[in-house]
């Protein structure tokens, strides 16, 4: 038997565990494929092909064109309406400005896709009457996401990764598939796809753990990495549901009121559980209201615990998408609002405050877990200096021997002064932020970087004039901060 036929039956065999472990699929199921045009969709559509028969599947595809690569993205749009050409499957495009849409939100770039794409997929399913939609992941995805997750300091919940199915309607056929074997499936079935040239971009967390992290701990800690995090994400999933099915009779019976928009609780009665028991019932208060617990962290609930414990009588906490918390003696309210919590705030005299400071010894990466940001160093010699003009605000090109260590980089203060790169003289950092059109909330978040006291660069903005590079600069640093 010639070893590609040997390997394809492998790699269904794998899949039609995957799909009977899990009960992914069900007879007549009408199943919506993601289909990106990369490698992973590519090979999810045939292989569902292969088990449409079997199963006697109705399936259809649907791709997101996130207008990101511009020309690139709409050649993908046309290479998957003519994949599903070619097999006589509906296809449903949409094109959004995934860029616009971030902005908008005030999300990461990441973020922002997943929203759209998966507002999407549900829309398609809904509209055209499929009761599955099936995505690409695999196991290679799982354990990125784990590392992620890891270094955000999520707990167990995040650790347990991708979930093979959720809500019982978005299965992952491939989820237990290493990525290696999918393309070498590809190969041998002659089974063109495009490919995204952002995946190589390393500005994205995602993609340093994937180009530099794993190759590293393959090479150097241990060849199955991948196997070892999904093997460590199942187990950590089991033991989810098990503890899931303990937290659920508490969470009812410290509940007073449960709506889909609006949590209440009894702060006497919480207060009588293990904290660990409160953690539990705080995040699923949270995930019910929300729909799910993106962009929510530790530090995040370790606020409501404190507001639980030893917090004042009335107070407020205010989350991510429009989330918020509110002590009332003794009730602890869960509610997400309907206007933005900033026109709250801005109404009742509150803003949001967020205080963080941190020494910086050398150039190093540091994370500043409060905005949920990285920031990398990097020294080079003029020499060495290619263009900076062109690498966006994210990034600060400093005259290194002008700087001293170690520096600090905290929130912006009230009365912060600089002198702005190009200006004679200078600004208070406020005023700098209302004439750049910074909104108050971001303005909260932006860190502000001081070398022996005096702010040197107001971050994602502008440096200061006094640590510029200049024809006599030998030695520069650079400074970038990445968004997770």
């Given amino acids: ?271 009588e559980i293990n904290i660990a028991a409160q953690r539990r019932i705080i995040r699923k208060a949270i995930a019910r209201i929300k729909g799910d617990l993106r962009r929510i962290t530790f530090s995040h609930i370790d606020s409501i615990i404190s507001l639980l414990e030893s917090g004042p009588a009335y107070k407020n906490l205010d989350f991510p998408d429009r989330i918020r918390i509110q002590r009332n003696r003794e009730v602890l309210i869960f509610s997400k609002e309907k206007n933005a919590l900033r026109d709250l705030n801005v109404k009742s005299g509150q803003a949001e405050k967020i205080a963080f400071e941190y020494k910086i010894a050398k150039p190093e990466p540091i994370f500043i877990k409060e905005i949920g940001a990285h920031m990398k160093f990097s020294e080079m010699d003029i020499e060495n200096l290619s263009d900076f003009r062109r690498t966006g605000q994210h990034a600060g090109f400093f005259d290194k021997d002008v700087l001293s260590f170690p520096l600090v980089l905290r929130n912006f203060q009230p009365g912060d002064r600089f002198k702005p790169l190009g200006m004679a003289g200078t600004q208070k950092v406020k005023k700098f932020f209302i004439d750049k059109k910074v909104p108050k909330t971001e303005r909260t978040r932006c860190p502000i970087l001081l070398s022996q006291g005096k702010i040197v660069w107001v971050v994602g903005h502008r440096i200061d004039e006094s640590v510029k590079v200049t024809p006599s600069t030998r030695n520069i640093l650079k400074m970038e901060l990445f968004l997770a």
């Fill in 1 to 271: 038997m010639p070893a590609s036929h040997k390997g394809y039956n492998k790699l269904l065999r794998t899949v039609e565990k995957t799909v009977s472990t899990y009960g992914m699929l069900k007879p007549k199921d009408s199943v919506v494929v993601g289909v990106s045009g990369g490698p992973d969709s590519v090979a999810l559509l045939h292989v569902l092909l292969t088990l449409a028969s079997r199963f006697s599947l109705r399936l259809g595809v649907a791709h997101l064109n996130h207008c990101l690569r511009q020309k690139d993205s709409d050649k993908d749009a046309e290479f998957v309406a003519s994949l599903a050409g070619k097999f006589d499957l509906p296809c449903y495009v949409h094109k959004e400005d995934v860029r616009k849409y971030q902005i908008e939100n005030k999300l990461s770039l990441e973020e922002a896709a997943r929203r759209v794409r998966y507002t999407f997929f549900n829309s398609v399913s809904e509209t055209n009457r499929f009761n599955k939609i099936a995505l690409g992941h695999h196991c290679d995805d799982n354990a990125e996401l784990i590392l992620m997750n890891l270094f955000r300091g999520s707990g167990p919940q995040g650790i347990s990764g991708i979930p093979p199915v959720r809500d019982g309607k978005i299965i992952r056929p491939l989820i237990n598939l290493k990525r290696s074997e999918i393309i070498d499936y590809l190969d041998a079935k002659g089974l063109k796809y495009v490919s995204d040239t952002s995946n190589w971009e390393t500005r994205y967390l995602r993609n340093r753990i994937r180009l530099h992290l794993i190759p590293l701990l393959k090479e150097s800690y241990n060849p199955k990495i991948i196997e070892t995090l999904n093997r460590l994400a199942a187990i950590i999933g089991s033991e989810e549901e098990w503890i899931e099915d303990i937290i659920l009779p508490l969470f009812e019976k410290t509940a007073l009121s449960v709506q889909d928009d609006i949590v209440s609780f009894s702060v006497p009665r919480l207060k």
